[in-house]
């Protein structure tokens, strides 16, 4: 694993550092707080173009990017955001994805029917991530509750969740991730 310098990153949710973590052909980015907590606030969010850079309402995701950047300017801590774009499936094939969910299918039969599982993420660089910063126990800021039993060595002390609203375009995709993924929304 390659980590590149610490830099500045002011934005419109507070000032942050940044810090980029090299994992084979991966390069994941660490937003954080300038003084860390001994128990910081940290979100683990898996990079959405769409909904992250391009405002889609089809998903949740940039508000809970959002969300989080917010907690976190606000208590300390830091957003893992981690290139697994499309729960691991890529932006190639989450775009198919999405075709499939506009020809009728739900988030996870769109997966099924491309030959994945519902979530291909792996959070296993989060550990190594954590332990760089030498941290042993966070609150995570998530609604699905597989983040929280992902670690084997990280402590979470506490599961806050995101709190987002849902509009006429992600009202199925949320029901879906509640129903069929466990989130706890």
Known sequence: MEISQIANLPTKYGNFKIQSFKEGDKEHLIIFTENIPEIPLVRIHSECLTGDALGSLKCDC???LEYALKE????GGMVIYLRQEGRG???FNKVNAYYLQD???DTVEANHQLGFEADM???SIVEDILKHFNIEKI???TNNPKKEFAFKNIKVIERLP???KANPYNEN?????????GHLL
């Open 62 to 64: 940039g508000e809970q």
């Open 72 to 75: 976190i300017n606000k208590n």
């Open 89 to 91: 499936i890529g932006l």
């Open 103 to 105: 020809k009728g299918l």
């Open 121 to 123: 993420r792996d959070f």
């Open 139 to 141: 609150k995570l800021l």
């Open 162 to 164: 995101v709190k987002v």
């Open 173 to 181: 995709y949320l029901k879906t991730k509640k129903e069929k993924m």
